[in-house]
């Protein structure tokens, strides 16, 4: 698990900007009568516009540069030509490589009024928020796992298992990885200078996800909704600066 010197730590804050600006442009771009592949070409489109490369180029066999799921979708759907509809919960996930550096961030939004899903998307935002408040210097990754499983069971929904967030730099996955769930006070330590993907993977039902006929889509097994919240942040002492922070861009 290696730390980012100062000169890399400035190429990831850059890097993670054109991601939170590619963020920012999708979720402008998701209203009903819009489908995936053209909020996929506003992301592509914007990530060039600012000098940044598709990460997702890096990983064999995959052409977007973002991934797309809907509702029942919980990761690493491929954009469709599916016409979004009014109470769709959409899910964007992406990132950006800049001069080698990878940064990579996803927010789940809801197209219209569907009450009913409100609750579920402000518990996956708290989660990631509770998470990141744990990537502090001196803390363990046990202690952003733990602070994610808690924020999502207290709201009656469930972590994901089979994915977790990740280390980020000059690969899209690099160690450590961060699961959902976990024990206070466990795994490997965190120092200043760590790059983390920090995800919230969520279910409102059950935890178990398989995979589409596509090969890429993952579903929730019972059909409930999948939610996906993440961001890249550098570990500070006594704080996690947010590299991907679209509210910001
Ligand atoms: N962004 C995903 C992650 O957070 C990775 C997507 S890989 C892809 O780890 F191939 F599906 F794009
Ligand atoms: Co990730």
């Not at 402000?122 to 210097?137: C, D, Y």
């Not at 769930?181 to 466990?186: E, N, R, T």
């Not at 993977?201 to 097994?221: L, P």
Request: hydrophobic share 40%.
């Amino acid at each position: 698990m290696k730390t980012k010197n100062s000169y890399e730590q400035k190429l990831m804050r850059d890097s993670g900007l054109i991601t939170a600006k590619a963020l920012k442009a999708a979720l402008k771009a998701i209203k009903p009568g819009v489908t995936g592949l053209e909020v996929d070409r506003i992301v592509e489109k914007e990530i060039y516009k600012n000098g940044g490369d598709l990460s997702y180029k890096t990983v064999p066999g995959y052409k977007y540069a973002t991934c797309i799921t809907v509702n029942e979708g919980v990761v690493h759907g491929i954009p469709t030509d599916r016409k979004f509809v009014d109470g769709d919960l959409v899910s964007v996930d992406l990132a950006v490589m800049y001069k080698g550096w990878h940064t990579d961030c996803a927010w789940s939004i809801l197209i219209g009024k569907c009450p009913e899903k409100v609750k579920f998307l402000q518990t996956g935002e708290k989660t990631l928020w509770a998470g990141i408040s744990k990537a502090v210097a001196g803390n363990r990754i046990g202690d952003i796992s733990s602070a994610i499983q808690e924020t999502v069971e207290e709201a009656g929904c469930s972590v994901v298992r089979s994915l977790a967030g990740h280390g980020v730099g000059r690969s899209l996955h690099e160690a450590p990885e961060i699961p959902g769930f976990g024990l206070k006070g466990q795994g490997a330590i965190l120092e200043s200078g760590m790059t983390l993907a920090i995800e919230v993977i969520f279910t409102a039902g059950s935890s178990e996800i398989a995979i589409g006929s596509d090969g890429w889509t993952y579903y929730t097994v019972d059909r409930s909704l999948g939610g996906l919240f993440e961001m890249t942040v550098l570990v500070g002492k006594g704080k996690a600066e947010v590299l991907t922070d679209w509210r910001k861009a």
